[in-house]
Nanobody, 123 residues
Framework: DVQLQASGGGLVQAGGSLRLSCSTPGLPFEVYSTAWFRQAPGKEREGISCIESNTGSTQYADSVKGRFTISSDNAKNTVYLQMNNLKPDDTAVYYC????????????????WGQGTQVTVSS
């Protein structure tokens, strides 16, 4: 059974930074993509960034481009999301998910999800 664990959320002031981590231990796939999604109250789940395990290719939503950076440490089976210049609109529960395919920034096809970590940005 594939279990992802997201961590690193917290409360930060606008303009601050956080780094989220997604532990992906023992994925039984050779090629896969790991993405970060977020969901604010009353809003749909939004795909914000993705990284492909074999190529390191990345994708970003326009809303975070230039502020967030996704990276992976395959030796540690961990994917990171460095979030800089945070804004109150970034407040949401952040989830990581994995799919056996190239990157997609839509949540529907993803099979494996972490439990979510809360990010709150105060103005």
């Amino acid at each position: 059974d594939v279990q992802l664990q997201a961590s690193g959320g917290g409360l930060v002031q606008a303009g601050g930074s956080l780094r989220l981590s997604c532990s992906t231990p023992g994925l039984p796939f050779e090629v896969y993509s790991t993405a970060w999604f977020r969901q604010a109250p009353g809003k749909e789940r939004e795909g914000i960034s993705c990284i492909e395990s074999n190529t390191g290719s990345t994708q970003y939503a326009d809303s975070v481009k230039g502020r967030f950076t996704i990276s992976s440490d395959n030796a540690k089976n961990t994917v990171y999301l460095q979030m800089n210049n945070l804004k109150p609109d970034d407040t949401a529960v952040y989830y990581c998910a994995t799919i056996v395919s190239p990157c997609l920034l839509v949540p529907t096809p993803y099979d494996f999800w972490g439990q979510g970590t809360q990010v709150t940005v105060s103005s």
